[in-house]
């Protein structure tokens, strides 16, 4: 597993000082903090939500957009024999000029969007803000970017797919499941810093490592902890509690523990709905693939789920 959140370590030192300050600011790029931006409902929490996090961490600061090739046009039939031939190579010309017309607007509109994101970052913030515009999935995007990469933040759009059902959104749930950086995902249109911190800790690995990981990083440093397992109160519960709360508070964390009665997907969104300030951490996928087939995800569930920022950590 990678050091979620410590930097990423620097070159060997170089013989020049113009090789040390190349080294320096890709060692400073290697360690970004990358907002990724849609315009949609949680872009302002998105924007917000990397800065707190950047400066929280050291790190610098990138904001990035991705812009899908569109759905193409629908193609023109062999029509020449009804219409004519000259009518038919109009209408090809037409939609060609239709097509980069739409490329064009894409352009600009991300363009635009970026701008005003950039407007909305501190001037504080701002010393070596970079702005991205890139083509393609939103996945193979980050994934490219992965390397320089410290944190993704994203957000999440839930739409409904029945009645009282939300489902999560696909690129969300194609970057938490393909990434290996840590993810913090928005759910709400506007981003408060978080007073504290929930585990959602189940005793497993990857639970385990999780905790290793905010152990490790300034993230959430000076925040008061919570670990909290979902489940029956059992003697091997409350050990496992213990045991990665010791972990935390010889890192320095103020943490309590809780069990709490009933499954995860109840139990934790319940109790966030109780703590609106603090930050939910989740391990990321901790069941194998084919289980997640046939059974789904509690990870995917706690992000569908949660109305909170979540952090989720591989």
Known sequence: MTDTFAAHPSPA???????????????????????????LAPTHAVVDGAVWAAERLGAP????????QPEPLPPVGDYSGVIGMG???????????????????????????LEAARERVPAAAATGLRTLLHHGELTDVLLEQEPQARLFVLGSNHRPSAARKLRLDYRVEGVVRNVRQ?????????????????????GSATAHRAVQ???????????????????EPT????????????????????????????????????????????LLVLGAY?????????????????LRLSNVPVLVLR
């Open 213 to 231: 990981a905010v152990a490790r990083s300034p993230l959430l440093r000076g925040m008061p902890g919570l670990l909290a397992m979902a489940g």
């Open 13 to 39: 030192t170089p013989t020049t000082a113009a090789a040390a300050a190349a080294a320096a600011a890709a060692a400073a790029a290697a360690n970004t903090v990358y907002a990724c931006i849609d315009g």
């Open 286 to 302: 901790g069941h194998s693939r084919i289980r997640q087939l046939i059974v789904g995800s509690t990870t995917t569930a706690l």
């Open 235 to 278: 003697q091997q519960a409350h050990e496992c509690l213990q045991e990665a709360s010791a972990l935390l508070q010889a890192a320095g964390f103020s943490v309590d523990v809780r069990v709490i009665p009933g499954a995860p997907e109840e139990a934790i969104p319940g109790l966030m709905d109780e703590r609106p300030q603090d």
């Open 182 to 202: 840590p993810v913090m995902v928005m759910a709400r249109p506007e981003f408060t810093p978080p007073t504290g911190f929930v585990v959602a800790y189940d």
């Open 87 to 113: 009518a038919q190579d109009l209408l090809l010309e037409r939609l060609n000029a239709l097509d980069e017309e739409r490329t064009q607007l894409a352009h600009e509109a991300a363009r635009r969007m």
């Open 61 to 68: 600061l990138a904001l990035l957009h991705t812009l899908q």
